[in-house]
């Protein structure tokens, strides 16, 4: 079982994630990718630069032929994985979290990030032979990943309508990765830019990196100040999004993810995926569509790798937190393919109608202290009760057990001495009563 590698990647603070614990793990990475041509991508946190020069070193010094993208989004970096036919991408990125913070993210030459379970496979790597000095890789960079990434969301959308209708979007770069492309983006699109926080800083100066509700109160006053459209904002690496309508309302990342199918199973036909933490409004948008929902573990690369197996099949990926997968540009969760085509469905209508579209459901989440093996007593209770009582459930992940109109999960958490029991439903009342029924029995 893997050591350092967490549901996405090997995680930590400076003094943990250190330059020579980077070139250890490059070099296994390399060797795990066979000594082809590897991508390296990064962030703009401050540590990003060491730990660059340490992963290069590792991976050419075991024979990788490296490029180096510079600064640029994850979804840049895993777009151009097929565009430059590489093995594979190490995207230096510790994503929402706080900037201390800084991880190595791997993704394989189909675009799917290595989970847990594959980064055991890499540690097994983690002794082994250096290149001869005449084998060792060679070293270059490339500078217009961005730009590539820009034309290829450019060709999806409807360039022309959102030109002719020119939407007025307030941008929040959270001063993170967004910068280097956002405003370049949704100007090259036509959209009136009105820009937040768009100053690379791997301090994170502007807001925390999370887009969470309270985090992008500033978005939110702008849009209404400026009487925009709508508001845009996107975590440190720009996988993950989040929207205001114009009425200055926050859209939490799994109705982001509703909207998208709305747009897009509109216009083409396919199945959607996403995890199971996410709102029953995706199921009730996908079935109005006739499109079947694939559950799969919390996690991106689990997504990604449902996406992959389903092929033609799948038209959409998404989760509740925001990241939402467009197959047709690549695997990788891509928040500004989503934001573009929020610019595109603006052009129909705005977003608040949009949003009259979805279902309402209410959400109540808490936490249930308990320890290791503990945890999993109470999942097992919990698996127990609805296979006596036939309900249905799911448990790819914890127990997700849906009802006609609500639905409840029981899961163990990954970083923290509980279990978390999250239930939505369409009253607040039912979903207290939920958790609370679900409490009893997971506590026995
Ligand atoms: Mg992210």
Not at 111 to 139: F, N, P, Q, T
């Amino acid at each position: 079982m893997s050591h350092y590698f967490g549901t996405n990647g090997v995680r930590g603070r400076f003094d943990e994630l250190t330059p020579s614990l980077a070139l250890k793990l490059a070099q296994a990475i390399g060797r795990y990718f066979k000594g082809g041509k590897v991508l390296v991508a990064r962030d703009c946190r401050l540590t990003g630069p060491i730990l660059r020069s340490a992963v290069i070193s590792g991976l050419s010094s075991v024979g990788c032929e490296t490029i180096d993208l510079g600064v640029v989004s994850s979804p840049t970096a895993e777009f151009m994985l097929k565009r430059l036919e590489a093995d594979g991408c190490v995207i230096i990125t510790a994503s929402h979290n706080t900037p201390e913070w800084n991880a190595l993210k791997v993704v394989d030459e189909q675009g799917i990030a290595v989970s847990r379970e594959r980064g055991g496979d890499i540690e097994r790597l983690l002794e082994g032979d250096l290149a001869d000095w005449d084998k060792v890789g060679a070293i270059s960079s490339h500078g217009s990943a961005t730009q590539e990434h820009i034309d290829a969301i450019v060709e999806l959308v409807d360039a022309d309508r959102i030109m002719e209708r020119e939407p007025r979007l307030v941008l929040d770069c959270g001063n993170g990765t967004a910068s280097v492309i956002a405003e370049r983006l949704f100007k090259k699109l036509g959209c009136e830019c009105i820009m937040l926080n768009e100053d690379l800083d791997g301090t994170f100066p502007g807001r925390p990196s999370e887009p969470t509700e309270r985090n992008v109160q500033g978005l939110i006053r702008k849009v209404k100040a400026e009487k925009a459209d709508a508001g845009i904002a996107w975590d440190a690496d720009g996988d993950r999004v989040i929207f205001v309508d114009e009425m200055g309302r926050y859209i939490i990342g799994d109705k982001a993810f509703a909207l998208s199918m709305l747009w897009k199973l509109g216009k083409s036909e396919g199945d959607v995926v996403t995890t199971v933490a996410t709102s029953k409004a995706v199921e009730d948008v996908a079935s109005r569509f006739g499109s079947a929902v694939h559950y799969t573990a919390i996690g991106a690369p689990y997504l990604s790798e449902r996406m992959h197996e389903l092929g033609d099949g799948a038209a959409l990926g998404g989760e509740e937190v925001g990241g939402i997968i467009w197959p047709e540009l690549s695997l990788a969760k891509d928040g500004f393919m989503t934001g573009a085509k929020l610019a595109e469905a603006l052009c129909e209508k705005p977003l608040s109608a949009w949003l009259d579209e979805l279902p309402v459901y209410f959400n109540v989440k808490i936490k249930v202290p308990a320890k290791g093996e503990e945890k999993d007593e109470m999942v097992g209770r919990v698996l127990r009760y609805a296979k006596a009582k036939k309900l249905e459930s799911i448990d790819v992940d914890g127990v997700r057990v849906d009802f006609k109109d609500a639905w409840v999960i029981v899961r163990p958490s990954g970083t923290e001495d509980c279990i978390r029991i999250f239930a939505e439903a369409k009253t607040r009342k039912e979903a207290e009563r939920l958790v609370e029924e679900f409490r009893k029995i997971a506590t026995g």
